[in-house]
Structure formats: structure tokens, C-alpha cells
């Protein structure tokens, strides 16, 4: 069968996490109009008959400038050392050179191919430009047009990707479509309600760690902090009289109990720790190790 590792890179909201869920058929990657959603690298397992694929979400690449930053980087890297295929995601809007600057400097080992999203309204004139310009490029095998979005054309994009592929024996057994755990995926839904339910500011210094994820007979206890840098964050989390966080908890709840299956009894708590996109030690404590 065909198995290997396909990691996706691209800047910030080029389409990368609504890709990997495109491609998986679920939703494994929380998304949001904002840059910088997502913070780690997210592995789907996509496993047929015939094959094996185990897709990376990776955050969108940026200059670091805080140690968050650069643990989110350091997720870029692992990616790129042990992809066997490299999907290249560019926003058909985008400035090409950027993006040709941005996969240059990857210094990719792996064989890719350039996918170019949202093309959905775009003249074919532009399409063809853009396709054109990275064809020629020593790091690209293929070009692909998708819109991710609304899934066009992600069964071909998935066929292109097959013909990259080695030949081996799965990595995973089983029906597993990822390998990180349920707990990761619940603070990452609330952390999504974050970005779309507040300012911009608050998204990026906010972050979730959930304290307790405990099953029971009729449903699943989950209990979380919300961390944020600021007493006056803190502030706008809760809202007044607490009507944002009620909100915040109503939404992310009925997110959680669609991913899991069953009903959930969610607690949200806000915490306060002053710097802790720089201090190694939060870091590691909320996961981003």
C-alpha cells in the first residue's frame, strides 16, 4: 500500500487547517478569519484500503517574536524533516514572490506540490499567471488549483498526492484519525471561540489548558482555564456580569459535545499569568513544548 507523511505549509490563513479538514473529511483543525490560529502541528490519519496517509497541519510561517512564536516554528521544522511530500499552500490572492521566498527558505528535502486555494470567483487569466509562475520553480512537482472551502477539487489534489508517495506498511493501526488526544482537541474548540468571539488582541494572548476531562454515566465533565496575560484581559474574557464567558462556554459546549458525541457539562475559569508567550515554563505547562 501507499503510506507515508504529507506535511501542508504556507503562510498565515493561506487555507491550511480548512485543508487538512478537507481532505480527512472531518474537523481535526479549529479555524478562524484570523492569522495565527493555529499553534501546533495537527496530524491526520487518513487510512484506505490502499493506503496511508498521515497529513500535518503546520502553523502558518512567521518571523518569531515572542518564545510561543518560535515553539510554533519548531512545529514548522519537525514537519519538514520527516514529510515525505510537501504541500505548498498559497492563497491565490497572495503576492507570489512572497510565497516563493517563504518555500525557497524552507530548503525542502521532500518532493512538492504547489496548491493554489480559494479560487472560487477568480478570472482563470490570474490562475493561470499564478500556475505559470510556480511551475517553473525548482521545488515544485505540480501545480494544483483547489478551493478548500468548499472542496473542489481536494478528490484530485488527493489522487496527485497518492503518485508521491513510497510504498510500505502502515504507521497506524486501527481507525484512529489522529494521534493526539481528545483533551487536546476540546481546549483547542474553546480556544477557537476565542478568536471569533473577541477582539484581536485577546485571541493572541489568550491560551487554554483543560484541567479536567472526566467521562461519566450521562456525560463528560470538562473543566478549563483560560490563561491571559492582563487583569484588564481577564476583564473582557468575562464580559459584564459575566455575559461573555456564559456565551463563550454555550458555544464552545455545543462544538465539544458534536466532536465528542455526548452531552457535556463545561466549566471555564479565567487565570492571569503575566507573560506566558515568553516563560519556557508556561510554555511547557500549556502544552506547547
Not at 479565567?270 to 508567550?277: A, D, L, N
Request: charged fraction near 30%.
Amino acid at each position: 500500500m501507499k503510506v507515508g507523511f504529507v506535511s501542508i505549509f504556507g503562510k498565515p490563513n493561506a487555507g491550511k487547517s480548512t485543508l487538512l479538514n478537507a481532505l480527512m473529511g472531518e474537523k481535526l483543525a479549529i479555524v478562524s478569519p484570523k492569522v495565527q490560529t493555529t499553534r501546533h502541528r495537527i496530524k491526520g490519519i487518513l487510512t484506505e484500503k490502499d493506503y496511508q496517509i498521515i497529513f500535518s497541519d503546520t502553523p502558518g510561517i512567521i518571523e518569531p517574536r515572542y518564545r510561543l512564536h518560535e515553539k510554533m516554528m519548531q512545529a514548522v521544522k519537525s514537519s519538514l524533516e520527516d514529510a515525505d511530500l510537501a504541500i505548498l499552500l498559497v492563497d491565490i490572492q497572495d503576492n507570489p514572490e512572497e510565497n516563493d521566498q517563504l518555500f525557497q527558505a524552507l530548503k525542502l528535502k521532500a518532493p512538492a506540490i504547489v496548491v493554489l486555494n480559494k479560487l472560487d470567483g477568480v478570472p482563470r487569466e490570474k490562475v493561470e499567471e499564478v500556475r505559470a509562475y510556480f511551475a517553473e520553480k525548482n521545488y515544485c512537482k505540480v501545480v494544483v488549483g483547489i478551493s478548500a472551502l468548499k472542496k473542489t477539487n481536494v478528490p484530485e489534489l488527493l489522487k496527485t498526492v497518492l503518485k508521491f508517495l513510497p510504498e510500505g506498511e502502515p504507521f497506524f493501526e486501527g481507525d484512529d484519525l489522529t494521534d493526539l488526544p481528545v483533551k487536546f482537541f476540546v481546549g483547542e474548540l474553546i480556544r477557537e471561540k476565542i478568536f471569533f468571539l473577541y477582539g484581536d488582541e485577546i485571541p493572541y494572548q489568550a491560551t487554554v489548558l483543560v484541567q479536567e476531562f472526566k467521562e461519566k454515566t450521562t456525560l463528560t465533565k470538562v473543566r478549563a482555564d483560560i490563561i491571559v496575560q492582563r487583569e484588564s484581559q481577564k476583564g473582557i474574557i468575562l464580559g459584564e456580569a459575566g455575559k461573555m464567558i456564559r456565551k463563550l462556554g454555550s458555544e464552545a459546549r455545543k462544538d465539544i459535545e458534536e466532536f465528542i458525541g455526548r452531552k457535556v457539562f463545561l466549566e471555564l475559569f479565567v487565570k492571569v499569568r503575566p507573560k506566558w508567550r515568553d516563560t519556557e515554563n508556561f510554555l511547557k505547562e500549556y502544552g506547547y513544548s
